[in-house]
């Protein structure tokens, strides 16, 4: 399975919407919070902003991702994201 990537709203990027990870951690949690399931986001902010799903978050959020377009991608490197939803030890999931 890949990861995926979906764009950031404008209000997601603000800050100022927290929707998106709200509705994944109340699935996530409903799906027994498993540790290969995370979200990360870009560290640093801009134009591009993007949410990061690992394989088993693209699955979990199925349900929230077809008004999203979600854009297969690789990894993430360690040093580009940042961990927004998940366990913390999620980041062993990067590259």
């Known amino acids: 399975m890949s990861w995926v990537s979906i764009k ?4 997601e990027a603000l800050g100022s919407s927290n929707a998106f990870i709200d509705a994944f ?9 498993p540790k290969t399931a995370a979200i990360f986001c870009s560290r640093v902010m801009g134009p591009e ?11 979990i959020a199925a349900s929230l991702l077809p008004l999203r377009n979600p854009t297969p991608c690789p990894k993430p490197s360690k040093k580009d994201v940042i961990l927004l939803a998940g366990h913390d030890d999620a980041i062993a999931l990067l590259g």
């Open 8 to 11: 950031m709203t404008e209000q």
């Open 49 to 59: 902003d993007a949410y990061y799903l690992s394989p088993d978050a693209k699955t």
């Open 25 to 33: 951690d109340k699935l996530f949690l409903a799906a027994k919070s």
